[in-house]
C-alpha cells in the first residue's frame, strides 16, 4: 500500500455504460486499485448502469470475473475483491426512455451528503438524452460531477452541440471532459522536469531545441471497434484529443500556479498559435496510411479492410504529420506527430531534441557527437531517459560514446505505478479540473482539426498502404527527413 494514498470523501459513483468494455476492463479496476490501496471510504457506492435486465448478483458476477483478470496473481489483491463488491450494485436503465428514472433517482438520492460523480461511458449520441433526464429529476446539483469520454463530437460543429446541450444542464466547473494520457505519471512528471528543476526551462526554447517527436503506436488492430473506427480514423481518434494534448503540455509556456485555469489558459495558448493545415499545405505537412496484411506480434495479421470485413474504405490507421507553434518560444522548431495502429511497436513517448553543438573540440577519430536527447516514455515503461555524450571507459585514447541516464518510475520509487484512470477519477471525486479538457480547449483542438479533415477529403488520394508491423507508410520517412532529422524508434540513439 502507498503510503502516499489521500483519501477521498465518501461519493456515489454511477457509470452509465457500466457493462461495456471501458468499464469492465478500466474503470472499474481502477476503482478497485483505489479502494485497496484504502483511499476510497466503505460509504461509498458505485452503481453500473445499462440497458441489460440482470440482478446486482450477475452483475457483481462480471465485475468479479473483471477484476480477477485485472489482478492476476495477486493474492493480496485478490483478497479484498469481496469487499469492494460491497460497493457495488447494478440498475437497468435505458437513457433514452424515461422508463426507470424515478425509482433510480430515488434510490440516488437516499443518501444526500455524497458527491455524486456520472461518468458517460456510452456513445456520445447519448450524452444530452442522459444529462436532461439527469436535469429533469434534480440528480445535476452542486455536489453533482460528468464525466464525458471523447470522442466530443466528430467535427466542431457537433462538438459544440454536444458542448452546448451539456452546458445547459451542468456548469462548466462540474463537466470533466477527460483524456486518459493527461493522468499519466510521465506526463505529470513533465511539469516536475520543466518546473521543478533548473536545469531544463532555461533550455526550453527554439535557442536550443531542435525539434520534437510524438509517438503513440500500437500494435493491435481496430479489433472490436471496427464500425467506430471507420467513421472516426486515427486523425480524429487520436490526434485531436490525444497527441495535442501531449504537444500542448510540452509547449505551453509556464502556468501561474497549477490551478486548473491556469494550467488550461496555457495549453489553450498554444492551440491558437499552432499554424494551420489547410488544403494549400497539407500534402507537405501530413501523410495519412492504411494497414494491409504483414507480420506483426510474431505472426501474421490481417490488414485493415479484412478486419472490418468491407472490400475498401478511405478511412485512416495512421497519422503522421508535421505541426508548428508559432510563438517566440517555438519559432522555427517543428513538433513531429504521428500515430497508428499495427506498428512494431507499443509505444507512446516524447522526445526533445536539442541542437548540435555550436562547435567541436575532440578530434575526428573520437567518434561522432550527437545531439542530447530527452525522451519521456508514457508506456509500456513509464519513465525518463536523458541521452548525454561520455568518454567510453579505459585507455586507447579518448573515445566517445552516447549514453543513457535511464530512470524507470516503478524502479526509482519502488512502488507500482497507477493507471491514469486511478488518478483522473479520484481527481473528478476531488473536483479538480486541472488534468482535465476545458469546453474552448476542445473546441480549439478541432477548429486545428477540421481543415486537415476537408484538405484530405478533397484531395481525392486514399491513404498510403503500409504492411502491418512496419512504422508505417515509406512517405512518412521522408516528411522527416527532408527536414535532415530521422524519427527515433526504440532505444537506440
Same mark, same amino acid.
Given at each position: 500500500?502507498?503510503?502516499?494514498?489521500?483519501?477521498?470523501?465518501?461519493?456515489?459513483?454511477?457509470?452509465?455504460?457500466?457493462?461495456?468494455?471501458?468499464?469492465?476492463?478500466?474503470?472499474?479496476?481502477?476503482?478497485?486499485?483505489?479502494?485497496?490501496?484504502? #483511499?476510497?471510504?466503505?460509504?461509498?457506492?458505485?452503481?453500473?448502469?445499462?440497458?441489460?435486465?440482470?440482478?446486482?448478483?450477475?452483475?457483481?458476477?462480471?465485475?468479479?470475473?473483471?477484476?480477477?483478470?485485472?489482478?492476476?496473481?495477486?493474492?493480496?489483491?485478490?483478497?479484498?475483491?469481496?469487499?469492494?463488491?460491497?460497493?457495488?450494485?447494478?440498475?437497468?436503465?435505458?437513457?433514452?426512455?424515461?422508463?426507470?428514472?424515478?425509482?433510480?433517482?430515488?434510490?440516488?438520492t437516499r443518501i444526500d451528503d455524497h458527491v455524486r460523480v456520472f461518468y458517460l461511458s456510452t456513445s456520445p449520441r447519448i450524452f444530452v438524452d442522459?444529462?436532461?433526464?439527469?436535469?429533469?429529476?434534480?440528480?445535476?446539483?452542486?455536489?453533482?460531477?460528468?464525466?464525458?469520454?471523447?470522442?466530443?463530437?466528430?467535427?466542431?460543429?457537433?462538438?459544440?452541440?454536444?458542448?452546448?446541450?451539456?452546458?445547459?444542464?451542468?456548469?462548466?466547473?462540474?463537466?470533466?471532459?477527460?483524456?486518459?494520457?493527461?493522468?499519466?505519471?510521465?506526463?505529470?512528471?513533465?511539469?516536475?522536469?520543466?518546473?521543478?528543476?533548473?536545469?531544463?526551462?532555461?533550455?526550453?526554447?527554439?535557442?536550443?531545441?531542435?525539434?520534437?517527436?510524438?509517438?503513440?503506436?500500437?500494435?493491435?488492430?481496430?479489433?472490436?471497434?471496427?464500425?467506430?473506427?471507420?467513421?472516426?480514423?486515427?486523425?480524429?481518434? !487520436?490526434?485531436?484529443?490525444?497527441?495535442?494534448?501531449?504537444?500542448?503540455?510540452?509547449?505551453?509556456?509556464?502556468?501561474?500556479?497549477?490551478?486548473?485555469?491556469?494550467?488550461?489558459?496555457?495549453?489553450?495558448?498554444?492551440?491558437?498559435?499552432?499554424?494551420?493545415?489547410?488544403?494549400?499545405?497539407?500534402?507537405?505537412?501530413?501523410?495519412?496510411?492504411?494497414?494491409?496484411?504483414?507480420?506483426?506480434?510474431?505472426?501474421?495479421?490481417?490488414?485493415?479492410?479484412?478486419?472490418?470485413?468491407?472490400?475498401?474504405?478511405?478511412?485512416?490507421?495512421?497519422?503522421?504529420?508535421?505541426? #508548428?507553434?508559432?510563438?517566440?518560444?517555438?519559432?522555427?522548431?517543428?513538433?513531429?506527430?504521428?500515430?497508428?495502429?499495427?506498428?512494431?511497436?507499443?509505444?507512446?513517448?516524447?522526445?526533445?531534441?536539442?541542437?548540435?553543438?555550436?562547435?567541436?573540440?575532440?578530434?575526428?577519430?573520437?567518434?561522432?557527437?550527437?545531439?542530447?536527447?530527452?525522451?519521456?516514455?508514457?508506456?509500456?515503461?513509464?519513465?525518463?531517459?536523458?541521452?548525454?555524450?561520455?568518454?567510453?571507459?579505459?585507455?586507447?585514447?579518448?573515445?566517445?560514446?552516447?549514453?543513457?541516464?535511464? !530512470?524507470?518510475?516503478?524502479?526509482?520509487?519502488?512502488?507500482?505505478?497507477?493507471?491514469?484512470?486511478?488518478?483522473?477519477?479520484l481527481d473528478v471525486v476531488r473536483g479538480n479540473l486541472t488534468l482535465f479538457m476545458r469546453r474552448d480547449e476542445v473546441e480549439a483542438a478541432w477548429?486545428?482539426?477540421?481543415?486537415?479533415?476537408?484538405?484530405?477529403?478533397?484531395?481525392?488520394?486514399?491513404?498510403?498502404?503500409?504492411?502491418?508491423?512496419?512504422?508505417?507508410?515509406?512517405?512518412?520517412?521522408?516528411?522527416?527527413?527532408?527536414?535532415?532529422?530521422?524519427?527515433?524508434?526504440?532505444?537506440?540513439?
Amino acid at each position: 500500500m502507498s503510503t502516499h494514498a489521500k483519501p477521498v470523501a465518501a461519493f456515489d459513483l454511477v457509470i452509465f455504460g457500466g457493462t461495456g468494455d471501458l468499464a469492465m476492463r478500466k474503470l472499474l479496476p481502477a476503482l478497485f486499485r483505489r479502494f485497496a490501496d484504502e #483511499q476510497i471510504p466503505l460509504q461509498s457506492r458505485i452503481l453500473g448502469v445499462a440497458r441489460e435486465d440482470q440482478a446486482d448478483g450477475e452483475y457483481r458476477d462480471r465485475v468479479r470475473e473483471a477484476l480477477e483478470k485485472a489482478v492476476g496473481g495477486d493474492d493480496a489483491l485478490g483478497a479484498k475483491i469481496d469487499d469492494f463488491l460491497e460497493l457495488v450494485s447494478y440498475h437497468p436503465l435505458d437513457a433514452t426512455s424515461d422508463d426507470g428514472w424515478d425509482d433510480f433517482a430515488r434510490e440516488l438520492t437516499r443518501i444526500d451528503d455524497h458527491v455524486r460523480v456520472f461518468y458517460l461511458s456510452t456513445s456520445p449520441r447519448i450524452f444530452v438524452d442522459i444529462c436532461e433526464r439527469l436535469r429533469q429529476h434534480g440528480l445535476n446539483g452542486d455536489g453533482a460531477r460528468v464525466v464525458i469520454e471523447k470522442p466530443i463530437g466528430h467535427d466542431l460543429a457537433s462538438a459544440t452541440e454536444i458542448n452546448d446541450a451539456v452546458g445547459a444542464v451542468f456548469a462548466e466547473n462540474q463537466i470533466f471532459r477527460i483524456d486518459h494520457y493527461l493522468g499519466k505519471e510521465t506526463v505529470q512528471n513533465l511539469l516536475a522536469l520543466r518546473f521543478a528543476n533548473v536545469l531544463f526551462e532555461p533550455l526550453w526554447n527554439a535557442a536550443h531545441i531542435d525539434h520534437v517527436q510524438i509517438t503513440v503506436a500500437e500494435t493491435v488492430g481496430v479489433e472490436q471497434r471496427g464500425p467506430y473506427y471507420d467513421t472516426a480514423g486515427a486523425l480524429r481518434d !487520436m490526434v485531436q484529443n490525444h497527441l495535442l494534448q501531449l504537444l500542448c503540455m510540452v509547449a505551453m509556456e509556464p502556468p501561474a500556479s497549477l490551478d486548473s485555469d491556469a494550467v488550461r489558459d496555457e495549453k489553450l495558448k498554444v492551440l491558437h498559435t499552432l499554424k494551420p493545415i489547410n488544403a494549400e499545405n497539407a500534402a507537405q505537412t501530413t501523410v495519412r496510411g492504411q494497414y494491409r496484411a504483414g507480420a506483426a506480434n510474431g505472426g501474421s495479421a490481417p490488414g485493415y479492410l479484412e478486419d472490418l470485413g468491407q472490400p475498401s474504405s478511405d478511412t485512416e490507421t495512421f497519422v503522421a504529420l508535421k505541426a #508548428q507553434v508559432c510563438n517566440w518560444r517555438w519559432a522555427g522548431v517543428p513538433f513531429y506527430l504521428r500515430t497508428g495502429k499495427r506498428m512494431p511497436d507499443r509505444v507512446s513517448e516524447i522526445v526533445i531534441h536539442f541542437r548540435d553543438i555550436p562547435y567541436s573540440i575532440f578530434e575526428a577519430g573520437s567518434g561522432a557527437i550527437r545531439a542530447n536527447k530527452l525522451v519521456l516514455r508514457l508506456q509500456p515503461d513509464e519513465g525518463v531517459k536523458l541521452w548525454l555524450m561520455a568518454k567510453y571507459p579505459g585507455p586507447g585514447g579518448l573515445r566517445l560514446q552516447a549514453v543513457p541516464l535511464d !530512470m524507470s518510475f516503478a524502479e526509482a520509487f519502488g512502488v507500482q505505478q497507477p493507471d491514469a484512470y486511478e488518478r483522473l477519477l479520484l481527481d473528478v471525486v476531488r473536483g479538480n479540473l486541472t488534468l482535465f479538457m476545458r469546453r474552448d480547449e476542445v473546441e480549439a483542438a478541432w477548429r486545428w482539426i477540421d481543415p486537415i479533415l476537408a484538405a484530405w477529403e478533397n484531395s481525392n488520394n486514399s491513404p498510403r498502404p503500409y504492411a502491418a508491423g512496419t512504422w508505417g507508410p515509406s512517405a512518412s520517412v521522408a516528411l522527416i527527413e527532408r527536414d535532415g532529422r530521422t524519427w527515433h524508434d526504440g532505444d537506440g540513439q
